[in-house]
């Protein structure tokens, strides 16, 4: 396996791998033999696996989207857990999805001192990040619906949309279940290349719109 694994890795450099019938205890054992290691993301759909290599671009918009959320927070003064990368799985759903980025808000305090999170017993995380930057064999959003994640946002081709669960299915929305009182989607721009400016002159530019918008 561990031989598989290396070779499948130096093939993932520049491709995504598609695997067909391939059992729970299989999925199960390859997230074991990665670890915390980022460079490949497991997706599992009721028996289909895929194996997608870590882009810089994805990398950057998935650190930069993130980075957006936390300062958000703290400016509407919302307590928050973020979790990044976390596998989310459930064995009973056939459904495994790392995360590119995952934050609790709504249910924080329930997940406040917990170091391991069990979906049977704890609630998912409340939004979660998709960043969009190749084709993908499985779908993704299907996956978080299984899970019951209720809130996404997809980054896909410079534009941010937003789903929200219901009846077990994604409907796109003007407006966040974590951020009702805001208008996320005006986030955009700052998630956006600027040739002017560096990230952390964007964060504070976020920082102070963040603040015009919320007092104003």
């Known amino acids: 396996m561990e031989q ?6 130096r093939s993932l450099l520049s491709s995504i791998l598609v695997l067909n019938d391939v059992s729970w205890q299989t999925y199960d054992r390859l997230l074991d033999l990665l670890g ?3 460079d490949v993301r497991l997706t599992y759909d009721r028996g289909t696996l895929e194996m997608m290599s870590s882009l810089p671009e994805h990398e950057t918009y998935s650190w930069t989207i993130g980075r957006l959320v936390v300062i958000l927070s703290e400016e509407l003064g919302l307590e928050i857990r973020g979790l990044k990368s976390t596998t989310w799985r459930s064995q009973v759903q056939a459904a495994g999805k790392e995360a590119d980025e995952c ?3 709504q249910n924080e305090p329930r997940v406040r001192n917990k170091l391991n999170i069990d979906l049977s017993v704890d609630p998912p995380p409340d939004l979660a990040i998709e960043i969009d930057v190749t084709h993908s064999a499985i779908d993704k959003l299907g996956i978080y619906a299984r899970l019951q994640v209720p809130e996404v946002w997809r980054w896909q081709a410079g534009k941010l949309t937003i789903y929200i669960l219901e009846n077990q299915a994604y409907r796109e929305s003007d407006t966040s279940l974590a951020f009702a009182t805001f208008p996320v ?3 955009e721009p ?9 990230e952390n002159a964007r964060m504070r530019g ?8 919320y007092n104003g």
Do not use: A, M
Not at 190 to 198: A, E, K, L, M, T
Not at 206 to 213: P, Y
């Open 185 to 187: 989607k005006e986030i």
């Open 190 to 198: 700052f998630v956006r290349f600027d040739p002017q400016q560096g």
């Open 4 to 9: 598989t694994l290396s070779k499948t890795r």
């Open 103 to 105: 934050f609790y808000i």
């Open 206 to 213: 976020f920082r102070d719109w963040v603040r015009s918008r």
């Open 36 to 38: 915390d290691r980022g």
